[in-house]
Protein backbone atom coordinates (compact mmCIF):
# COMPACT_ATOMS: atom_id res chain seq x y z
CA UNK A 1 0.00 0.00 0.00
CA UNK A 2 2.86 2.41 1.07
CA UNK A 3 4.35 1.79 -2.66
CA UNK A 4 1.01 3.09 -3.96
CA UNK A 5 0.82 6.18 -2.25
CA UNK A 6 4.70 6.70 -2.47
CA UNK A 7 4.75 6.75 -6.63
CA UNK A 8 0.73 7.75 -7.64
CA UNK A 9 -0.20 10.58 -5.03
CA UNK A 10 3.37 12.50 -4.67
CA UNK A 11 5.12 13.83 -6.52
CA UNK A 12 8.33 11.75 -6.41
CA UNK A 13 9.69 9.21 -8.97
CA UNK A 14 11.47 8.82 -12.52
CA UNK A 15 14.55 8.06 -14.24
CA UNK A 16 16.87 8.99 -17.64
CA UNK A 17 19.19 10.45 -18.84
CA UNK A 18 4.74 30.17 -18.89
CA UNK A 19 7.42 32.03 -19.38
CA UNK A 20 10.84 31.91 -21.12
CA UNK A 21 13.23 30.39 -18.66
CA UNK A 22 17.17 30.94 -19.00
CA UNK A 23 18.82 27.39 -19.79
CA UNK A 24 20.36 28.30 -15.49
CA UNK A 25 19.36 24.99 -13.85
CA UNK A 26 21.09 23.55 -11.32
CA UNK A 27 25.05 22.55 -11.44
CA UNK A 28 25.56 19.48 -13.47
CA UNK A 29 27.07 17.66 -9.86
CA UNK A 30 23.60 18.63 -8.17
CA UNK A 31 22.18 16.82 -11.63
CA UNK A 32 21.46 13.22 -11.39
CA UNK A 33 21.15 11.23 -14.81
CA UNK A 34 19.57 7.68 -15.95
CA UNK A 35 22.37 7.06 -18.36
CA UNK A 36 25.27 8.70 -20.42
CA UNK A 37 22.87 8.96 -23.30
CA UNK A 38 20.18 10.91 -21.48
CA UNK A 39 21.25 14.20 -22.75
CA UNK A 40 21.32 12.76 -26.53
CA UNK A 41 17.87 11.04 -25.86
CA UNK A 42 16.79 14.54 -24.97
CA UNK A 43 18.29 16.91 -27.52
CA UNK A 44 16.73 13.99 -30.25
CA UNK A 45 12.83 14.66 -28.50
CA UNK A 46 13.21 18.08 -28.82
CA UNK A 47 14.26 17.57 -32.74
CA UNK A 48 11.26 16.09 -33.78
CA UNK A 49 8.85 18.17 -31.51
CA UNK A 50 10.44 21.15 -33.61
CA UNK A 51 10.27 19.25 -36.80
CA UNK A 52 6.45 18.53 -35.70
CA UNK A 53 5.31 22.03 -36.68
CA UNK A 54 3.06 22.08 -33.87
CA UNK A 55 2.89 25.86 -32.06
CA UNK A 56 0.74 25.01 -28.88
CA UNK A 57 0.91 24.02 -25.61
CA UNK A 58 -1.84 21.15 -25.53
CA UNK A 59 -0.63 19.89 -28.83
CA UNK A 60 3.03 19.88 -28.03
CA UNK A 61 2.22 18.08 -24.45
CA UNK A 62 0.04 15.78 -26.20
CA UNK A 63 2.52 14.94 -29.18
CA UNK A 64 5.50 14.03 -26.26
CA UNK A 65 3.16 12.06 -24.60
CA UNK A 66 2.57 9.91 -27.45
CA UNK A 67 6.73 9.87 -27.95
CA UNK A 68 6.78 8.40 -24.27
CA UNK A 69 4.44 5.60 -24.94
CA UNK A 70 5.77 2.00 -23.46
CA UNK A 71 8.12 3.59 -21.30
CA UNK A 72 8.14 1.38 -18.52
CA UNK A 73 6.93 2.44 -14.96
CA UNK A 74 9.41 2.90 -12.51
CA UNK A 75 8.61 4.53 -8.83
CA UNK A 76 11.19 6.22 -6.54
CA UNK A 77 13.29 7.40 -9.52
CA UNK A 78 13.97 10.64 -7.69
CA UNK A 79 14.97 9.29 -4.30
CA UNK A 80 18.22 9.71 -2.82
CA UNK A 81 20.93 10.06 -0.41
CA UNK A 82 20.69 13.93 -1.10
CA UNK A 83 17.99 15.91 -3.13
CA UNK A 84 19.03 16.25 -6.77
CA UNK A 85 18.03 17.02 -9.73
CA UNK A 86 16.83 13.75 -11.26
CA UNK A 87 16.89 13.58 -15.37
CA UNK A 88 15.40 10.20 -16.49
CA UNK A 89 12.96 9.65 -19.20
CA UNK A 90 13.45 6.31 -19.51
CA UNK A 91 11.50 5.13 -15.98
CA UNK A 92 8.64 7.35 -15.18
CA UNK A 93 6.14 7.65 -13.00
CA UNK A 94 2.84 9.38 -13.15
CA UNK A 95 4.24 12.64 -11.38
CA UNK A 96 7.47 12.73 -13.24
CA UNK A 97 5.51 11.65 -16.44
CA UNK A 98 3.73 14.91 -16.08
CA UNK A 99 6.65 17.23 -15.32
CA UNK A 100 8.87 15.14 -18.12
CA UNK A 101 5.85 16.19 -20.37
CA UNK A 102 5.88 20.23 -19.38
CA UNK A 103 9.34 20.29 -19.22
CA UNK A 104 9.46 18.96 -23.07
CA UNK A 105 6.68 20.89 -24.04
CA UNK A 106 8.10 24.16 -22.55
CA UNK A 107 11.65 24.00 -23.57
CA UNK A 108 9.92 23.84 -27.19
CA UNK A 109 7.79 26.21 -26.92
CA UNK A 110 10.53 28.70 -25.66
CA UNK A 111 12.43 28.09 -29.09
CA UNK A 112 15.09 26.23 -27.22
CA UNK A 113 16.80 22.59 -27.84
CA UNK A 114 19.45 21.71 -25.32
CA UNK A 115 19.32 19.34 -22.87
CA UNK A 116 20.30 22.43 -20.01
CA UNK A 117 17.37 23.80 -21.10
CA UNK A 118 15.28 21.42 -20.29
CA UNK A 119 16.84 20.83 -17.27
CA UNK A 120 15.86 24.14 -16.36
CA UNK A 121 12.47 23.76 -17.04
CA UNK A 122 12.77 20.62 -15.65
CA UNK A 123 13.90 22.36 -11.95
CA UNK A 124 11.57 24.79 -12.77
CA UNK A 125 8.09 22.88 -12.57
CA UNK A 126 9.00 20.10 -9.63
CA UNK A 127 10.61 22.82 -7.24
CA UNK A 128 8.75 25.57 -5.30
CA UNK A 129 9.95 28.80 -6.51
CA UNK A 130 11.25 27.08 -9.67
CA UNK A 131 14.61 26.39 -7.95
CA UNK A 132 16.17 22.99 -6.02
CA UNK A 133 16.85 23.53 -2.76
CA UNK A 134 16.84 19.96 -0.70
CA UNK A 135 13.73 17.73 -0.40
CA UNK A 136 11.56 20.12 1.25
CA UNK A 137 11.61 22.71 -1.59
CA UNK A 138 10.09 19.63 -4.31
CA UNK A 139 6.72 20.03 -4.91
CA UNK A 140 5.06 16.89 -3.07
CA UNK A 141 1.62 17.35 -3.34
CA UNK A 142 -0.15 18.59 -6.35
CA UNK A 143 -2.20 21.60 -5.08
CA UNK A 144 1.09 22.79 -3.79
CA UNK A 145 2.46 22.19 -6.91
CA UNK A 146 -0.88 23.55 -8.99
CA UNK A 147 -0.58 26.82 -6.90
CA UNK A 148 3.34 27.78 -7.13
CA UNK A 149 3.25 26.79 -10.73
CA UNK A 150 -0.02 28.68 -11.42
CA UNK A 151 1.40 32.07 -9.25
CA UNK A 152 4.78 31.49 -11.75
CA UNK A 153 2.42 31.49 -15.01
CA UNK A 154 3.60 28.06 -15.94
CA UNK A 155 0.15 26.50 -15.30
CA UNK A 156 -3.46 27.71 -15.29
CA UNK A 157 -5.91 25.51 -13.51
CA UNK A 158 -9.32 25.32 -15.31
CA UNK A 159 -11.45 23.10 -13.12
CA UNK A 160 -13.36 25.73 -11.43
CA UNK A 161 -14.20 27.04 -15.45
CA UNK A 162 -16.01 23.48 -15.89
CA UNK A 163 -19.90 23.53 -15.60
CA UNK A 164 -20.55 21.00 -12.67
CA UNK A 165 -17.53 21.88 -10.42
CA UNK A 166 -17.74 21.24 -7.40
CA UNK A 167 -15.46 21.98 -4.08
CA UNK A 168 -13.69 20.12 -1.31
CA UNK A 169 -12.30 20.69 2.09
CA UNK A 170 -9.14 18.53 3.34
CA UNK A 171 -5.99 18.52 5.49
CA UNK A 172 -3.22 17.88 3.21
CA UNK A 173 -0.62 16.24 5.39
CA UNK A 174 -0.48 12.84 4.55
CA UNK A 175 3.89 13.03 4.10
CA UNK A 176 4.25 14.49 8.21
CA UNK A 177 1.50 12.44 9.23
CA UNK A 178 3.33 9.33 7.78
CA UNK A 179 6.90 9.93 8.51
CA UNK A 180 7.77 6.55 8.41
CA UNK A 181 7.18 6.04 4.81
CA UNK A 182 9.89 8.89 3.61
CA UNK A 183 13.34 7.94 4.30
CA UNK A 184 14.17 11.66 3.92
CA UNK A 185 11.86 12.56 6.84
CA UNK A 186 14.09 11.08 8.95
CA UNK A 187 16.41 14.01 9.43
CA UNK A 188 14.59 16.17 11.96
CA UNK A 189 15.39 19.53 9.60
CA UNK A 190 13.73 18.20 6.76
CA UNK A 191 11.09 16.81 8.22
CA UNK A 192 10.09 20.34 9.63
CA UNK A 193 10.46 21.91 6.44
CA UNK A 194 7.82 19.79 5.00
CA UNK A 195 5.75 20.14 8.13
CA UNK A 196 5.42 23.74 7.53
CA UNK A 197 5.06 23.77 4.24
CA UNK A 198 1.76 21.35 5.08
CA UNK A 199 0.50 24.38 7.42
CA UNK A 200 -0.86 26.42 4.30
CA UNK A 201 -2.94 23.28 3.35
CA UNK A 202 -5.22 22.98 6.52
CA UNK A 203 -8.83 22.90 5.34
CA UNK A 204 -7.46 23.47 2.02
CA UNK A 205 -10.26 24.08 -0.55
CA UNK A 206 -9.53 22.79 -4.14
CA UNK A 207 -12.46 22.28 -6.81
CA UNK A 208 -12.92 18.85 -8.49
CA UNK A 209 -15.50 17.54 -11.37
CA UNK A 210 -17.13 14.70 -9.93
CA UNK A 211 -16.14 11.20 -11.84
CA UNK A 212 -20.06 10.57 -12.07
CA UNK A 213 -20.82 13.47 -14.86
CA UNK A 214 -17.14 13.35 -17.23
CA UNK A 215 -19.26 11.63 -19.64
CA UNK A 216 -21.26 14.41 -19.97
CA UNK A 217 -21.51 16.85 -23.19
CA UNK A 218 -20.38 19.90 -20.80
CA UNK A 219 -17.07 18.32 -19.67
CA UNK A 220 -15.89 16.75 -22.56
CA UNK A 221 -16.40 20.23 -24.41
CA UNK A 222 -14.44 22.38 -21.66
CA UNK A 223 -11.33 19.71 -21.48
CA UNK A 224 -8.57 19.01 -24.56
CA UNK A 225 -6.09 16.50 -25.54
CA UNK A 226 -3.36 17.52 -23.76
CA UNK A 227 -4.36 18.66 -20.68
CA UNK A 228 -3.07 17.62 -17.54
CA UNK A 229 -5.18 15.70 -14.93
CA UNK A 230 -4.78 14.63 -11.56
CA UNK A 231 -7.48 12.24 -9.62
CA UNK A 232 -9.37 12.99 -6.38
CA UNK A 233 -8.74 10.85 -3.79
CA UNK A 234 -10.74 10.15 -0.55
CA UNK A 235 -7.54 9.00 1.00
CA UNK A 236 -7.23 10.91 3.92
CA UNK A 237 -4.25 13.35 3.96
CA UNK A 238 -4.11 13.38 0.53
CA UNK A 239 -5.05 15.14 -2.67
CA UNK A 240 -4.41 13.78 -5.81
CA UNK A 241 -4.24 10.43 -6.48
CA UNK A 242 -2.75 9.52 -9.73
CA UNK A 243 -1.76 12.00 -12.95
CA UNK A 244 -1.76 12.60 -16.29
CA UNK A 245 -2.99 13.85 -19.60
CA UNK A 246 -6.35 14.04 -20.95
CA UNK A 247 -6.80 12.37 -24.62
CA UNK A 248 -10.04 12.84 -26.59
CA UNK A 249 -10.89 10.53 -29.74
CA UNK A 250 -13.03 11.40 -32.47
CA UNK A 251 -16.08 11.41 -31.07
CA UNK A 252 -14.77 13.10 -27.64
CA UNK A 253 -14.93 10.92 -24.93
CA UNK A 254 -12.16 11.35 -22.54
CA UNK A 255 -9.08 9.16 -21.81
CA UNK A 256 -5.85 9.04 -19.93
CA UNK A 257 -2.71 8.66 -21.03
CA UNK A 258 -0.46 7.89 -18.18
CA UNK A 259 2.61 6.20 -16.65
CA UNK A 260 0.54 3.31 -15.16
CA UNK A 261 1.56 1.31 -12.10
CA UNK A 262 -1.00 -1.30 -13.38
CA UNK A 263 0.37 -1.33 -16.75
CA UNK A 264 4.20 -0.80 -15.73
CA UNK A 265 4.32 1.72 -18.90
CA UNK A 266 3.42 5.05 -20.41
CA UNK A 267 0.17 4.09 -21.68
CA UNK A 268 -3.51 5.06 -23.23
CA UNK A 269 -5.98 3.32 -21.39
CA UNK A 270 -8.64 1.13 -23.19
CA UNK A 271 -11.69 2.61 -21.72
CA UNK A 272 -12.59 5.94 -20.78
CA UNK A 273 -12.34 8.27 -18.22
CA UNK A 274 -15.86 7.70 -16.63
CA UNK A 275 -15.55 4.13 -17.15
CA UNK A 276 -12.39 3.89 -15.94
CA UNK A 277 -13.39 5.53 -12.41
CA UNK A 278 -16.54 4.51 -12.14
CA UNK A 279 -16.00 1.06 -9.94
CA UNK A 280 -12.80 3.31 -8.30
CA UNK A 281 -13.86 3.65 -4.48
CA UNK A 282 -11.00 5.63 -3.90
CA UNK A 283 -11.42 8.73 -6.48
CA UNK A 284 -14.09 10.40 -6.22
CA UNK A 285 -13.53 12.71 -9.63
CA UNK A 286 -10.58 14.91 -11.25
CA UNK A 287 -8.93 18.37 -11.69
CA UNK A 288 -7.45 20.18 -14.49
CA UNK A 289 -4.90 21.85 -15.74
CA UNK A 290 -3.62 22.99 -18.69
CA UNK A 291 -0.09 25.10 -20.17
CA UNK A 292 0.16 28.33 -20.26
CA UNK A 293 1.74 29.60 -23.76
Known amino acids: MKKIILCLAIVASSCHTGTTQRAEAAPQQQ????????????????????????????????????????????????????EMLTINIDELDCTTFVETLYALARTTLNGRYSWRDYA??????????????????????????????????????????????????????????????????????????????????????????????????????AVKSGDFVGLVTKMEGLDISHMGIIEKDEKGEIYLLDASMRGEQVQLEKVNMQQMLRNSKNNIGIRVWRMKP
Not at 45 to 60: F, I, Q
Not at 151 to 157: C, W
Open 120 to 221: NNLENVRYRGGKMDGYASRLHYISDWSIDNGSRGNLHEVTADIQGVQYKIKNINYMSTHRDAYAALKDSVTFERVRNSEVGFRNHRFPYIRKEILGSKKVKE
Open 31 to 82: MRFHCANDTTEIVELLKKGYESGLETPNELVSFYGHQLLGRPYVAHTLEGES
